[in-house]
C-alpha cells in the first residue's frame, strides 16, 4: 500500500502538540511528550512501540475520552477541547468508532443486532442517511453467513469482523483501534488488518490501529513508532 496521503487530503484527525501526563510530584509520568499527528480520510496508521509508551493515551486523547494537558486535538475541524461535555460525548457516538481487542462483543445478541444497537447508541435510524445497512455491512466484510448467530458461535477472526462492522455503522469518521490481532492466529491477522484497511478507504474514514503485530504492518497506509511518549518513524521504514 501507499506510505504517503496527497497534500490534498483534509485530515479527519489533527493532533498538534499534545502532552499528557499522568500522577503528581515524584510520580509524575509523562504519557504524551508534544505529540503530533495527522491521519486523513481513508488512511490507516499504525503506532508500534513497547507496553508503557503511551499508545492507549494516544487513543484516549483521540478518542475524547481524555483531555490533554496541552496541545490541541481536531476531529473534523472542531476543537475538541473547546467543546463542552455534552458535544464530546455527541462526537463520540457519532463520529468515532471503536474496534477492541477481541470484539467486545454483547453476547446475547446476533451479530446483524449488534450493528443495530450501535446505530440506537448513536442515535441514528436505520432510515439514516448517515446509517450503512446493517446487513450489507456484513456483506462487505464477509459475514452475511453469520448475521445471525451469536459471538459464542463466531470465531475470533468472525468476532473481529464483526467488530470492525460496528464501529463503521454510524458512518463515523475516525477509527480507533486497539490491539486487533491480540488474540489471533498469523493468517486471521493478516485477513482482519488488510480488511480493515480495505474498509476504511472504501468509506473515506481515518483509522489509528495500536499493535505490537509487526508482521500486519504491510497492510497499513503509514507507520509510527512511539516510544517513552513520542512518536517517531520506526528505523525500518524511515
Known amino acids: 500500500m501507499s506510505t504517503t496521503t496527497t497534500d490534498t487530503d483534509t485530515p479527519v484527525l489533527e493532533i498538534d502538540r499534545v502532552t499528557l501526563r499522568h500522577g503528581d510530584g515524584d510520580s509524575t509520568v509523562v504519557a504524551l511528550d ?12 499504525a503506532v508500534v512501540g513497547p507496553s508503557g509508551s503511551g499508545k492507549s493515551s494516544l487513543l484516549a486523547v483521540a ?3 481524555t483531555a490533554p494537558e496541552s496541545g490541541t486535538v481536531r476531529l473534523e475541524g472542531v476543537d475538541l477541547g473547546a467543546a463542552d461535555e455534552r458535544e464530546r460525548a455527541r462526537l463520540r457516538r457519532e463520529r468515532i468508532g471503536f474496534v477492541f481487542q477481541s470484539g467486545n ?12 444497537l450501535a446505530l440506537r447508541i448513536a442515535g441514528i435510524a436505520e432510515s439514516d442517511p448517515r446509517a450503512r445497512d446493517p446487513r ?8 452475511t453467513h453469520r448475521a445471525d448467530r451469536r459471538p459464542s458461535e ?14 463503521l455503522v454510524a458512518g463515523p469518521a475516525l477509527l480507533l483501534v486497539d490491539e486487533p490481532t491480540a488474540a489471533l492466529d498469523r493468517a486471521r491477522s493478516h485477513e482482519v488488518v488488510e480488511l480493515l484497511a480495505r474498509e476504511v478507504e472504501s468509506y473515506g474514514a481515518g483509522a489509528i490501529m495500536v499493535t505490537h503485530d509487526h508482521d500486519v504492518l504491510e497492510h497499513c497506509h503509514r507507520v509510527v513508532e512511539m516510544v517513552d511518549g513520542r512518536l517517531g518513524v520506526p528505523a525500518a521504514t524511515a
Do not use: F, H, N, Y
Request: proline content about 4%; overall charge negative; some cysteine.
Open 34 to 45: 508534544e505529540v503530533s499527528l495527522s491521519v486523513a480520510p481513508g488512511e490507516l496508521v
Open 63 to 65: 478518542g475524547a475520552l
Open 105 to 116: 462483543l454483547l453476547p446475547a445478541l446476533t451479530c446483524v443486532d449488534q450493528l443495530r
Open 136 to 143: 450489507a455491512l456484513l456483506d462487505s466484510v464477509s459475514m
Open 154 to 167: 463466531l470465531s475470533g477472526g468472525e468476532r473481529q469482523r464483526v467488530g470492525i462492522a460496528r464501529a
